[in-house]
């Protein structure tokens, strides 16, 4: 079967490679592994990560999106992948926090941000995911900032919930992110992500009434073509905010959402363990899942 571009991309150059390309004067932009923290286990995953977290305050007047909070890991060096993390309809920062302290304590800068209404469409969310990454970038860039030279603008990631979810997937489209992970999706057509390459982690919720799962996340899935790296997690008994942490399902989603990242944004092949193999229905707060394993 052939490889698809993403998995191409994966591959490491060989040294005969490497060095034709050298002598050529060439230069191409391969995925550089990224192993930082200790082996993981599945109690480690499921937890909070092994660094401390500070936060940077953003103001409401930013560009393109409506303020936030940086987190960002403080007992740890060099680059680390960028994530921007995004609320739904009607819905504040304050209901996705959990996920910017859990993923920066595991290794990542992470914003978690307002919109610049509540009232935001999946395209205005799109686009204003796409505005925080380049402030997020930008502030890494500047010698001014507590989070200098933290963030490598090539390993980018999103989260989005609700209508932040669908405009997540909207920016999955292009190829601007690493790796994307729509909470309870909610977007006004199913068959709008067919050309989507960015490896997605898709969190459904069983009992969702403001987002069905067989109108919103399960043909969003079905939507993003088989030779992407593509996975669907469907929370057993989960109403719409199953997936938005600081709730019952945190183990779940950490363990998946974390091993997500890593293996797509640092492209850490240490988390595919957690991803690929085990009997995921198996576990109580699973009620469904799909995969394209092995990544």
Known sequence: MPLSMNKLQKLPLTLTSAALLCAGGLTVNTAVAETRGPDP????VEAEGPYNVDTINV????LGFGGGTIHYPTNTTGQMGGIVVIPGYLSYESSIEWWGE????????????????????????????????DYLVDRSDSSFSAI?????????????????????????????LSAAIPLAPWNSSFNDFDDIETPTLIFACENDTVAPVGVHASPFYYDIPASTDKAFFEINNGNHFCANGDNANDAVLSKYGVSWMKLHIDQDARYGQFLCGPNHESQYRISEYRGTCPY
Do not use: C, K
């Open 41 to 44: 286990t599945e109690a480690y």
């Open 59 to 62: 103001s409401s007047l930013a």
């Open 102 to 133: 859990r993923l920066a304590s595991h290794g990542f800068v992470v914003m978690t941000i307002d919109t610049n209404t509540i009232y935001d469409q999946p395209g205005s969310r799109r686009d204003q995911i796409d505005a925080a990454l």
């Open 148 to 176: 200098s030279g933290m963030v490598d603008g090539d390993r980018l990631g999103a989260v989005g919930w609700s209508m932040g979810g669908g405009g997540t997937l909207q920016l999955a489209s292009g190829d601007r």
